[in-house]
């Protein structure tokens, strides 16, 4: 498509929102590498949130007559309702040539200037700069984002937990070192996942209050000239307080490499619970069984079921990483003010967001897709998932634990050694191996015994998983319905 503003019209305006010095339009090759309403576009809405508040803080100031004013904001309300480059709007035939404008505050401009006049719209930018206007609409995208990331972060934790109360009292090999270790409760490792993500909704409580200042007012770099209110303008975009230096307002992006990073460790949580119910769900495992709604087949296979959304969560987190780190590099360097650099900042925040606001979801919903299989607990008997048990009764009689240790070691190696549990090696072979230990120490062993025993704050004894359920659920509930925040 070649559709482009036009050079110069009768007025010998030129359709961006620079040129007056200019003896002749940009190469179009350089115009279209620097143009960014491709992907900006997505920022409409907060664009003309903050053109609306700037008009309303010029009109408060005195320096735009009210009648003017309320044309103004009348048409950019019309502009921001019925646009269709509003993020989400299908593709329309009404919706501009992506290479039609420089950027989304050129395209409110014009889409002003078509409805006021130019004469009128050319005053909105009295005062101001784009350099504080793409901060202020970044800073308003970023806050609404990271508000319904919060809402599908909690919507996962429920979901997790919801999981984990199917799951019930169901025992399992814990690993480490990805080698059997002792028994716990499934449930407990589907909570591990969910106070992973508690926390990540922490980060990005955190990355919401950086983002929380206003730029607006700052003009380019060196502040305006304009008497205006830059608190109330501030409250009126609903951001906490104002930018304090108008230096580093235009060029400030930590909000959005905080929400990078927060969207980052998020993606890298997912990968590894992913990972964690590709395992759990496989055959050799098959603690848990995925649903048809949750699984692909193999075009080649046809006994297969794949757990693809998984991989696929696992994956992502190799996107959202990139896209941190590329967007740090970007930022290196950069001397104070805005720089051209800065446009930059865009792609890799809304594809983070977008990435983690969408794996959160998928994550969601393959919870609820999967089942637990009682058939496939581990048997009471645990196998030699038991050994710290059996030290630890001869540690609980006196004996030093690194003694304790050796003993239930040796006994561990003779059972492997005759293909026997540690509960069915004769109590011979154990007084062989030392006369410490007696009936009552084997037969106390056991995988409901050894998870009753790890009862305290944080284990995986049975009641203490369920009060976890519990408290989780709490937290689910609290979070849904913050006050003052709307639910979707
Ligand atoms: N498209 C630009 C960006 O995203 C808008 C700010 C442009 N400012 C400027 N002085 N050229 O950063």
Partial sequence: MSERAPDRDAAGRTGRLWGGGFSGPPDSEIERFCASFSFDRRLLRADVAANRAWVAALAAAGVLPAAEAERIDAALA????????????????????????????????????????????????????????????????????????????????????????????????????????????LAHL???????????????????????????????????????????????????????????????????????????????????IAEDLVLASAEEFGWLAIGDAAATGSSLMPQKKNPDALELLRGKAGRAVGRLTGFLTTLKGLPAAYNRDLQEDKEPLFDALDTARDSLRVLALVLGHLEPVPARALPDDGGDLLATDLAEHLAGRGVPFAEAHRLAGEAAARARASGVTLRRLPLEVYRAVSPLFDAETIGRLGVQASLERRDREGGTAPARVRERIEATRAWVAGRSAPPGEAVP
């Fill in 78 to 185: 019309a502009i921001g309702a019925a646009s269709p480059v509003e993020v989400g709007a299908p593709t329309g035939e009404a919706r501009p040539p992506e290479n039609a404008f420089e950027d989304v505050h050129t395209f409110v401009e014009a889409a002003l200037a078509a409805r006021v006049g130019a004469e009128l719209a050319g005053r909105l930018r009295t005062g101001r700069s784009r350099n504080d206007l793409v901060a202020t609409d970044l800073r308003l995208y970023c806050k609404e984002e990271i508000a319904a990331i919060r809402r599908r972060i909690a919507a996962a934790v429920g979901a997790c937990a919801d999981l984990a109360a199917r799951c019930g009292p169901l025992p399992v090999p814990g690993y480490t070192h990805m080698r059997r270790a002792q028994p716990i409760l």
């Fill in 190 to 272: 589907l909570l591990a996942h969910a106070a992973r993500l508690m926390r990540d909704d922490d980060r990005f409580a955190e990355a919401l209050r950086r983002a929380d200042v206003c730029p607006l007012g700052c003009a380019a770099l060196a502040g305006t000239t304009v008497p205006i209110d830059r608190a109330a303008l501030a409250r009126h975009l609903g951001f906490a307080r104002p930018a304090e230096n108008s230096l580093d307002a235009v060029s400030d992006r930590d909000f959005a490499a905080d929400a990078l990073y927060a969207a980052a460790l998020l993606m890298v949580h997912l990968s590894q």
